[in-house]
């Protein structure tokens, strides 16, 4: 039976969620002390700001699934970025620089973490410290210390260029289709199971996520449009999502880092899996 039908009451979603209500609860008193905090300017800084961390995340939670744990992303996030900057200066295409730098050697190291932590069971935590080591000392190494300045209009646009105004305020209309259409599935889902029931924690969980989408629509399409990182960010949280939820690779990350042994026995490739999550996770 749906989970919010068996714990609708406000407790649970105050135990469930504690952190979100936190980070809720923090971002109005910033609000209420900060006259420039609330402002769409400063709020679409700070999104802009973490949206590589965030892209980052999704693969870290894939990672910690399997009950491993990767040490060296930033390490090696640093060396592409440095062998990115190398191939544009050398007059290299920015989408050949980009995929050489960011698949090459991030997909090669993230499978040689793998490989030595699937095939010997070596901790992941002593794997990764030591790439992480090995990627640094190499960044700094190829950039002999010093920064490397890129010129290149599509470089530059990509870290930090916006979508045209039409074109921000049709993301959000399609995320608010969907949106609606995932509440009345649900609803109807809800009903199915308890004729005439609507449970508090539903229409507060949507509640939330209308209100958080209103917030980001305002912040975004009423100022410069939306950032080509943050959209690329979105994608690769719903690809995540859809990874993790609908897809066999999903459930078997699950089904690892529930009981590797009996995730074993009952046919997954843990060895071919923990290659492809590592891989992905530096991707």
Do not use: C
């Amino acid at each position: 039976m749906n989970e919010t039908l068996n714990k609708p009451g406000l407790g649970w979603i105050a135990r469930k969620d504690a952190t979100l209500l936190a980070l809720l609860a923090l971002g109005v008193l910033l609000s209420l002390t900060s006259e420039t905090f609330f402002s769409p300017n400063n709020l679409s800084k700070l999104i802009l700001q973490y949206a590589d961390i965030g892209i980052l995340a999704v693969g870290m939670t894939m990672v910690i699934l399997i009950g491993g744990i990767d040490l060296s992303v930033g390490s090696i996030v640093f060396l592409s970025g440095v062998i990115a900057a190398y191939l544009l200066r050398a007059s290299v295409p920015p989408l050949p620089a980009i995929l050489i730098a960011f698949t090459g050697s991030g997909v090669l190291l993230g499978l040689w973490n793998g490989f030595w932590i699937a095939r010997f069971k070596i901790p992941p935590f002593i794997i990764t410290l030591g790439m992480m080591i090995i990627a640094k000392g190499a960044g700094l190494f190829i950039s002999t210390q010093q920064a490397i300045t890129v010129s290149n209009d599509l470089f530059h646009a990509i870290g930090h260029g916006t979508l045209s105004t039409p074109v921000t305020w049709g993301v959000f209309a399609v995320l608010a289709g969907l949106l609606v259409l995932a509440l009345v599935r649900e609803l109807r889902q809800i009903r199915r199971q308890s004729p005439g029931k609507s449970p508090l924690a539903f229409w507060l969980k949507y509640a939330v996520l209308a209100g958080f989408l209103a917030l980001l629509t305002w912040v975004f399409a009423g100022f410069r449009g939306l950032p080509w990182s943050v959209f690329v960010y979105g994608v690769v949280i719903a690809a995540g999502i859809f990874t993790l939820r609908k897809t066999r690779f999903g459930r078997r990350l699950y089904a690892i880092g529930g009981n590797e042994e009996a995730a074993r026995l009952s046919g997954i490739n843990i060895f071919r899996t923990k290659l492809s999550v590592y891989s992905l996770m530096t991707a």
